[in-house]
C-alpha cells in the first residue's frame, strides 16, 4: 500500500521549569493512502502529542526536536506556518478529544463550519451554511437547522463532540485524525460516526489515524495498530495479527482487560502500576517495571524496534529471541 504519509524517528521535547525532557522519543510509521491505522495506548503515552506534533498544534514550551513527517513531497515538520494553515482543516484534519474548549464561544456553529470551509473550498457562503446543515443530519443531529444558529454554550458535550467531527470531515480531508472522537457518544452514535468515517475514507479514499483507548473500535474500524507505551511504538501489526497473536506483554496486558462475556469473572484483569512520568528516566525497557517476563537484561539495555513476522514488528527482547 502506497504510503500517503511517512513519519521518520519523531522527537518532541517538553520544556518544564526544571529541565527538558523528551515526551514523544523516536515514532516512525506510515499511513497508506485510504487505510486506518489506530494509536492505542494508556493515557499518558504521547498518542496525542504525536499527532499535535504532525499538525504543528504544539504549545509554547513544546516543540518537536528531530524527525520527518513527509506528505505530498514536503516534510510538514519543517514548513513555514503559512503552509502548515493551508494544510491544517484542509488536506489534513484533526477532531479533537475536548470540543468545548475547541469552539469559539462567542461565534455561532454555523459561522464556524462555515468559516472553516471557505478558505479550503470553491464554495459561497450560502453553499457552506448548506453543506453544514447536511453534515450535521449526517452526524444525527436532530434540527440541524436550528443547531447551525446556536452558540457552543447551548448545546450538551455530545452533540459538541458530534458537531466537530462534521466540521473535520468538512472539507474532505487527505488525512482525517481522530483523537477520541467518539468518547462523549452513546453506541448508537458511535455507531453512525465510525460508519461515516469508513463511508468517507471508502469514498474519498481518505486516511485515518485514529486515537483511541476503546480496542472494540479498533477492531472495527482499523486496517493496523500501532501499540505506544511511554512515547515510544511498541508494537506493530495488522489488526487481524495483533489481536489473534500480540507479542509485546503490554498488548497482552491490553488485550487482557477487556471483558469477556462468555466468562464468569468477579474483577477485571488490570496491568499492574502506571505510566511513568515523563520526567523519569528508565535505562532499559520503559515497561520492565511493571512486565511479568522482566529480566535483568530488559532492566539495563532498551530494545529495538525489530520485525518478528512479515508486518508485524515488536519492541521487546523476548519476542526477539523466539524469532531467532
Partial sequence: MEPILKVRDL??????????FEAVSGVSFDLGKGETLGLVGESGCGKSLT??????LLGPKVRVAAGEAWFEGKDILHVSEAEKRE??????????????????PLFTIGNQMVEMMLPHMKITKKDALKRAVELLSDMGIERPEQIVKSYPFQLSGGMLQRVMIAMSLSCNPRILIADEPTTALDVTIQAQILKL??????????????ITHNLGVVAQIC???????????????????LFENPRHPYTKGLMGCIPKL????????????????????IQGCSFAPRCPLCTERCRTAMPELGEIAPGHACRCWQAMEEKA
Avoid at 468515517?197 to 485514529?210: A, F, G, Q, R, V
Fill in 51 to 56: 499527532s499535535l506534533s504532525l499538525t504543528g
Fill in 87 to 104: 494544510l491544517r482543516g484542509g488536506k489534513i484534519s484533526m477532531i479533537f478529544q475536548e470540543p468545548m474548549t475547541a469552539l469559539n
Fill in 223 to 241: 486496517d493496523r495498530v500501532a501499540v505506544m507505551y511511554f512515547g515510544q511504538i511498541v508494537e506493530t501489526a495488522g489488526v487481524k495479527e
Fill in 197 to 210: 468515517m469508513n463511508e468517507l475514507k471508502t469514498k474519498y479514499d481518505t486516511s485515518i489515524i485514529l
Fill in 262 to 281: 462468555d466468562e464468569d469473572e468477579e474483577l477485571l484483569n488490570t496491568i499492574p502500576g502506571m505510566v511513568p512520568a515523563v520526567t523519569e528516566h
Fill in 11 to 20: 522527537h518532541t521535547e517538553i520544556k518544564m521549569d526544571y529541565g527538558t
